[in-house]
C-alpha cells in the first residue's frame, strides 16, 4: 500500500515558518490533507486538496505540493500551534484508501 | 451546526467485541463517507475503513478485515464501527469522521479530507 514519510518533528521559534515535509512515491500526482491534532484533542483538518483551506483556519496555513513531496507551511509561527501534525491521501487504487503519514510533532521555541 | 457524538467509554475483555456508535447531526447524513480512524497512546493515526451511509457500501483496511463491521442507520443519522476478537493492542482511542461523497464532493472525492471529528472514544481492552 502507498506510504507517507513524515519528519518525527520540527522546530520553531516564535513569528518564524514552519515547514513540515510528507514524502510519497509520486505525491504530487495525489491531493494532499493535513491534520492538526493537540494533546487530549480530535484532529482538525487544516489544509486539504494540496492548498485550500476550510473555513476558520488561519491564511498562516498552507500547503503546497510537486514530485515527491508535500509540505505544510506555518507563518507567523504562535505558541498555539504547537501539535501534531498528519498528512493523509485518499489512495483509490488501493481497496485501502485511506492512508496517513506517522505524524510530525512542532514544536515551539 | 455540524457534529458527530460519539458513544462513551468501553472497557472489554479480551476475546470480546465493541461497538462504538457516531450520532451525526447539522448536514445531509447520507452524502458523506462516515470514516472511522484510531490511535494508539501516543501513537499516530490509523485508518481503519469507511462506509457510504447511501449505498451501505465499505471498505476496510486489510490489517481489520474479517474483524470489523461497519454499519449505519440513516433513520437516526448513526454509523456504528464494531471490532470483534479485542486484544490489548486495540486500547486505543476511536474517531468517527465524516468526508464528502459523490455530487457532495463535485471536485471529486479525492479532493476532500476529513473536514469533521467526532470527540473520540476510548476502549481499554483488559482482563
Known amino acids: 500500500s502507498y506510504v507517507l514519510t513524515q519528519p518525527p518533528s520540527v522546530s520553531v521559534a516564535p513569528g518564524k515558518t514552519a515547514r513540515i515535509t510528507c514524502g510519497g512515491n509520486?505525491?504530487?500526482?495525489?491531493?494532499v490533507h493535513w491534520y492538526q491534532q493537540k494533546p487530549g484533542q480530535a484532529p482538525v483538518l487544516v489544509v486539504y486538496?494540496?492548498?485550500d483551506r476550510p473555513s476558520g483556519i488561519p491564511e498562516r496555513f498552507s500547503g503546497s505540493n510537486s514530485g515527491n513531496t508535500a509540505t505544510l507551511t506555518i507563518s507567523r509561527v504562535e505558541a498555539g500551534d504547537e501539535a501534531d501534525y498528519y498528512c493523509?491521501?485518499?489512495?483509490?487504487?488501493?481497496?485501502?484508501?485511506?492512508?496517513f503519514g506517522g505524524g510530525t510533532k512542532l514544536t515551539v521555541l | 451546526q455540524v457534529q458527530l457524538v460519539q458513544s462513551g467509554a468501553e472497557v472489554k475483555k479480551p476475546g470480546a467485541s465493541v461497538k462504538v456508535s457516531c450520532k451525526a447531526s447539522?448536514?445531509?447524513?447520507?452524502?458523506?463517507?462516515m470514516h472511522w480512524v484510531r490511535q494508539a497512546p501516543g501513537q499516530g493515526l490509523e485508518w481503519m475503513g469507511r462506509?457510504?451511509?447511501?449505498?451501505?457500501?465499505?471498505n476496510y483496511a486489510q490489517k481489520f478485515q474479517g474483524r470489523v463491521t461497519m454499519t449505519r442507520d440513516t433513520s437516526i443519522s448513526t454509523a456504528y464501527m464494531e471490532l470483534s476478537r479485542l486484544r490489548s493492542d486495540d486500547t486505543v482511542v476511536y474517531y468517527c469522521?465524516?468526508?464528502?461523497?459523490?455530487?457532495?464532493?463535485?471536485?471529486?472525492?479525492?479532493?476532500?479530507?476529513?473536514?469533521?471529528w467526532g470527540q473520540g472514544t476510548t476502549v481499554t481492552v483488559s482482563s
Open positions: 447539522g448536514y445531509t447524513f447520507t452524502g458523506y463517507y
Open positions: 509520486n505525491i504530487g500526482s495525489k491531493s
Open positions: 493523509q491521501v485518499w489512495d483509490s487504487s488501493s481497496d485501502h484508501p485511506g492512508v
Open positions: 486538496d494540496d492548498s
Open positions: 469522521a465524516r468526508a464528502p461523497a459523490g455530487i457532495y464532493a463535485p471536485e471529486g472525492e479525492a479532493n476532500y479530507g476529513m473536514d469533521v
Open positions: 462506509i457510504n451511509p447511501n449505498s451501505g457500501g465499505t
